[in-house]
T-cell receptor
Framework: NAGVTQTPKFQVLKTGQSMTLQCAQD?????MSWYRQDPGMGLRLIHY???????DQGEVPNGYNVSRSTTEDFPLRLLSAAPSQTSVYFC????????????FGQGTRLTVV | QQQVKQSPQSLIVQKGGISIINCAYE??????FPWYQQFPGKGPALLIA?????SEKKEGRFTISFNKSAKQFSLHIMDSQPGDSATYFC???????????FGTGTRLKVLA
């Protein structure tokens, strides 16, 4: 049972480059989200989706785009990477709105130089 | 009002001791309070959760204590073991939404 799968695990980008962080879940969960984890700041919500074709902004959406064309996939795009986007990124999914367990992927460690 | 304040930032406990991590919130509309455990290089995983209609929930060595009037909740790890060494996050959410507000995390180290 794969759960939530994120790729890549590690990535180094140069300032201004673009890239897509992949997230896929095999649990048929409607709800998916992206968080970034920075030292001393916990997990902060970037974007989330309540189903295919529906996305919304979280706490720190600037510099990131998302789309949700299928239930399984929820990619996160960095259009023009900046050093401030150096972080560990986690994708999560759950089966219903809040009040239930969120399943996290293993994370993508991104460094922007 | 959206913040969840977590303390301490780090904690060192002897094997067999009790680890206590505290969280406080402001927004009384929060109605679900989970704790997540994260090991190095891994994603967070749900450890235990509580709703505000109960004051305590226990699962094995892990207990959540909830004080609604003080708007505080805490995680107690009894008989702490080296395998409990991890980062712990408290969180809060609103019924009917998908937004978790996470605390800043507590790095626990249990000495053998």
């Amino acid at each position: 049972n794969a759960g939530v799968t994120q790729t890549p695990k590690f990535q180094v980008l140069k300032t201004g480059q673009s890239m897509t962080l992949q997230c896929a879940q095999d649990m048929n969960h409607e709800y998916m989200s992206w968080y970034r984890q920075d030292p001393g700041m916990g997990l902060r919500l970037i974007h989330y989706s309540v189903g295919a074709g529906i996305t919304d902004q979280g706490e720190v959406p600037n510099g990131y785009n998302v789309s949700r064309s299928t239930t399984e996939d929820f990619p996160l795009r960095l259009l023009s990477a900046a050093p401030s986007q150096t972080s560990v990124y986690f994708c999560a999914s759950s089966s219903s709105p809040a009040n239930t367990e969120a399943f996290f992927g293993q994370g993508t460690r991104l460094t922007v130089v | 009002q959206q913040q969840v304040k977590q303390s301490p930032q780090s904690l060192i406990v002897q094997k067999g001791g009790i680890s206590i991590i505290n969280c406080a919130y402001e927004n009384t509309a929060f109605d679900y309070f989970p704790w997540y455990q994260q090991f190095p290089g891994k994603g967070p995983a749900l450890l235990i959760a509580i709703r505000p209609d109960v004051s305590e929930k226990k699962e094995g060595r892990f207990t959540i204590s909830f004080n609604k009037s003080a708007k505080q909740f805490s995680l107690h790890i009894m008989d702490s073991q080296p395998g409990d060494s991890a980062t712990y996050f408290c969180a809060a959410s609103f019924s009917g939404t998908y937004k978790y507000i996470f605390g800043t995390g507590t790095r626990l180290k249990v000495l053998a």
